[in-house]
């Protein structure tokens, strides 16, 4: 089978590896049935063939023509004791290298949500074996440099920024990170220098802020992208994405989650959850999903389905390529 470009409300996912993505045939990827999607908001522009394929959590590969943009890679995926009731912050950090260079190609830029480690463990080797310039806070940018990444391939960004790359522009969108049912987070915090000795154990990686994305490929689709499940409702208003990926509330902590990040997006016409897999279990499709977050999952899917009724709802499977 090969991959296939539809228009404005449709896209279909298939399950071809293209010539510059052959790493990733070992992973099985599902097909998925055509559904109603966005065109192009700017039809007047060249179009640009992207390519966008889930790494699990809030990660993504983007492939843009022959370019490749990066968010959240994580897929060394370790674990940690989150999903078996023994949770360790003391949980050593490490990369599996080898399903690293399966997944990210070689990606021209790295954009980070934030420095929880199932979002930021992988970046820096990414970074240093790669060259690939990371965009992110403060955090992500002092945390950058105690890995050993180049300050020459690190900017910091605090939202509002809008980046031109040619073929694509991302803007960057002040958000915030979830709350647990304690109305806490894991490891908040900030690092405001470079920490020395450089970060071991998962505590060692703060929320350091939280940031999304949206990405709009010229003549192509415009994107956007949680990392955490809360935002800030005034900024997202404007941003009118023809696709979301949007993060699986963690808790119902967060006042009328769905219906205002639903509305605030517009109404968007495909809606792609993420942030509701098992990422400590390896990346094979079917994805694994715990119990409860399997039951989160379908009240999430539920209440975007009440809320915006025309919105096609896509629960993407590991490395399947979409084509929007």
């Given amino acids: 089978m090969s991959e296939h470009q539809v228009g404005r409300r449709r896209f279909l996912a298939t399950a071809a590896a293209g010539t510059a993505l052959t790493s990733m045939a070992a992973i099985p990827a599902v097909a998925a049935p055509a559904v109603a999607a966005p065109s192009p908001r700017s039809s007047t522009a060249k179009r640009q063939t992207a390519t966008f394929r ?29 999903f078996t009731g023994a949770f360790d912050p003391a949980t050593a950090l490490t990369v599996d290298a080898a399903t ?80 647990n049912g304690s109305y806490s987070m894991a490891f908040p915090g900030v690092r405001t220098s470079p ?34 499940s809360d935002f800030v409702e005034r900024n997202l208003r404007g941003l009118n994405p023809d696709v979301a990926m949007l993060a699986l509330p963690s808790s119902t902590a967060t006042h009328e989650y769905v ?6 997006l517009d109404r968007p016409a495909v809606v792609v959850p993420v942030h509701w897999d098992n990422f400590e279990t390896p990346l094979q499709n079917p994805p694994v999903v715990a119990p409860a977050d399997a039951q989160r999952l379908a009240a999430f899917e539920a209440a975007i389905r009440q809320v915006a009724p025309r919105t096609t709802i896509l629960r993407p499977q590991y490395a399947t390529p979409y084509t929007f």
């Fill in 54 to 82: 889930w790494l699990g959590t809030s990660g993504w590969r983007i492939d843009i023509g022959a370019r490749t943009v990066l968010i959240d890679p994580y897929v060394t995926r370790f674990p940690t004791g989150l």
């Fill in 259 to 264: 219906p205002r990040l639903i509305e605030a």
């Fill in 100 to 179: 690293v260079a399966a997944h990210a190609g070689k990606p021209e830029t790295v954009f980070v949500t934030h420095t929880h480690w199932d979002h930021f463990n992988d970046v820096p080797h990414v970074a240093t074996t790669t060259g690939a310039r990371v965009f992110g806070t403060l955090t992500a940018y002092h945390l950058g440099l105690a890995a050993g990444v180049p300050a020459s391939q690190l900017s910091p960004v605090k939202g509002g920024e809008v980046l031109a790359f040619g073929d694509y522009s991302v803007e960057v969108v002040p958000a915030l990170h979830s709350r």
């Fill in 195 to 228: 920490p020395s000795p450089a970060p071991a154990t998962i505590a060692d990686l703060p929320e350091g802020d939280t940031l999304s994305y949206q990405l709009t490929v010229t003549g192509g689709p415009s994107v956007f992208f949680m990392g955490a």
